[in-house]
């Protein structure tokens, strides 16, 4: 099972959980919760010592003092969360959940999709806040062409085409020091908006333009997009009384989803209508391949709706940590540029898979900081039945976290893991470095694994090559801190200085 190095393996076994004796659920470690109110208290404000925006660090506190295996009861209004650091365990998890793995998802658009709009969702309501048989059918359809090369491959100039586009924009952005403006996670925000409507629904939504009016539909789909970033996470994290009475911020993300969903409509009737135009169904777009295939067009609405609900945060705010990243890290920079000067000579070529194939160094500094600051920080799953975990019987129904940013950093697991150090991905390097294969999962793992990862992997390699092949970017201003807002990031203005290189 073991496929990573055998000094790695042995030091995992030492510090492997005591599996002998199977002890009660009761006996889990954990914080305990006073008794009537629990252990909720902890994440109010004001008396609690828990901020939602801290819970990166929580996470690695209830690690340290409790150890691999830890659990969270007296939650109000929602089951126990256990914890679990052992990426040996996580991995007999994966590996046993059959073929409809429960992930806990938001529940506001469960709401929303079950109750709210249940007529448009219907018996296939996609695959966010879905679950079980529903689920499977609904991705079984699509994930074919989502996750298929060939098909992601088409989508390498369109996304050049819009990244050229928003490099464009950084150079005129640029102050009197050749720095961003405060709001530049905006600007990126704009660039994935810009992706993934090329994506999902074949448009060029038109979210780079410049000075767009109020009521442009770019403006109010930036400003929805902007809604979704701040406000879910107070709904779901912070005041969850919209479950039980219609609250203002509810009521606007009704608006919102609503919003989205009459633009995915009105741009996929449009590609109807060009498909039915179309001779040449070889080339065809992944929209075009979903509605070829399914006789109803909602179901490539709402595969467009659920990418757009979770393709644009995560992958912003990857890109944010990924810039900041390269921005303090000079020598690091330095070896992706003379990697890019070697395969792409002409720092205008059109780029190729076959280049992008060779981007080496690139992709491993992306897995990198996606190790050591995991954008998601941990990923979720309800068990489905009965399961020994580190020596404790877990019922079945209990919600695990496997929180991604502690583990990929556990030593035993992971050499030198508060180091940085992108080699550690690289063939190269593999005999002087082992990383447990399910320490670092940014994507998730198995039947659920993100649907979006070729194109999120795509979209972030594009963006480096041509960003990095031609300019510096450096940050010189307090060091920002790394913070959940729903995702993990940094926190505070991303002021990048932009310069062009000499070579
Ligand atoms: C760097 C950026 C991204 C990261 C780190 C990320 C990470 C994740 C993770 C951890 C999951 C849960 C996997 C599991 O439960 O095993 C997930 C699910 C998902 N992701 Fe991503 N993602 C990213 C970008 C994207 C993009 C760009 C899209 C859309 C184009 C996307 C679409 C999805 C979808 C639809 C799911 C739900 C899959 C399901 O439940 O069947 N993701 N992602």
Request: charged share 25%.
């Given at each position: 099972m073991q496929r990573w190095s055998g000094l790695g393996r042995r030091l995992s076994q030492l510090a492997?959980?005591?599996?002998e004796v199977v002890r009660p659920?009761?006996?889990?470690?954990?914080p305990r919760p006073l008794p009537?109110?629990?252990?909720?208290?902890?994440?109010?404000?004001?008396?609690?010592?828990?901020e939602v925006s801290d819970v990166a660090a929580v996470s690695q506190k209830l690690y340290d003092v409790y150890g691999k295996i830890v659990r969270l009861s007296g939650l109000t209004g929602r089951p126990d969360l256990v914890f679990v650091f052992d990426p040996d365990e996580a991995e007999k998890v994966y590996r046993a959940e059959g073929d409809t793995p429960y992930r806990p998802s938001m529940p506001c658009i469960v709401k929303y999709k079950t109750e709210v709009r249940k007529e448009f969702f219907g018996e296939l309501p996609g695959v966010i806040g879905v679950h079980g048989e529903p689920w499977r059918t609904f991705r079984t359809r699509v994930q074919k062409p989502i996750l298929q090369p060939r098909v992601v491959k088409q989508y390498i100039a369109p996304i050049q085409t819009v990244t050229e586009l928003f490099i464009e924009r950084m150079l005129e952005m640029?102050?009197?020091?050749d720095e961003m403006p405060d709001d530049f996670d905006n600007e990126v925000h704009k660039w994935s908006l810009e992706c993934i409507g090329r994506i999902a629904?074949?448009?060029?939504?038109?979210?780079?333009?410049?000075?767009?009016?109020?009521?442009s539909e770019p403006q109010k789909i930036i400003d929805a997009a902007k809604f979704a970033l701040r406000k879910i996470a107070i709904l779901e994290?912070?005041?969850?009384y919209w479950r039980y009475f219609p609250t203002t911020t509810w009521r606007k993300y009704i608006e919102n989803m609503d919003y989205f969903r009459s633009v995915c409509m009105k741009y996929i009737q449009m590609a109807l209508e060009n498909l039915k135009k179309k001779?040449?169904?070889?080339?065809?777009s992944l929209l075009e391949r979903i509605l070829e295939t399914e006789k109803d067009p909602k179901i490539a609405c709402i595969l467009a709706l659920d990418l757009i609900l979770v393709g644009i945060d995560t992958i912003s705010m990857a890109v944010c940590s990924v810039l900041y990243q390269l921005a303090t890290r000079p020598e690091e920079q330095q070896k992706m540029h003379e990697e890019l000067v070697r395969i792409m000579?002409?720092?205008n070529c059109q780029l190729t898979s076959e280049m992008l194939d060779k981007m080496v160094y690139l992709k491993s500094f992306i897995k990198e900081v996606l190790r050591m600051?995991?954008?998601?920080?941990g990923i979720g799953r309800v068990l489905q039945e009965d399961t020994v975990l580190c020596g404790y019987r877990i019922p079945s129904g209990t919600q695990l976290v496997f929180p991604s940013i502690v583990m990929g950093s556990i030593e035993g697991y992971v050499s030198e893991p508060h180091r940085f150090l992108?080699?550690?991905?690289?063939k190269c390097d593999r005999d002087n470095h082992y990383i447990h294969p399910?320490?670092?999962l940014p994507y998730g793992f198995?039947?659920?694994?993100?649907?979006g990862r070729r194109f999120a992997d795509l979209e972030m390699q594009i963006l480096l090559a041509k960003l990095i092949r031609t300019y510096r970017i450096e940050y010189f201003h307090e060091p920002l801190e790394y913070k959940v807002t729903f995702m993990y990031a940094p926190d505070g203005n991303l002021k990048l200085k932009m310069s062009k290189r000499k070579e």
């Open positions: 492997a959980c005591p599996s659920y009761q006996e889990v470690p954990g009537i109110i629990g252990n909720t208290w902890r994440f109010l404000p004001v008396v609690g010592d828990i640029k102050d009197e020091n629904l074949d448009v060029r939504l038109g979210c780079l333009d410049r000075n767009l009016p109020n009521n994290l912070k005041a969850p001779d040449n169904k070889q080339e065809l000579p002409d720092p600051y995991s954008t998601v920080i992108p080699e550690r991905w690289m399910f320490a670092s198995g039947a659920r694994m993100c649907l």
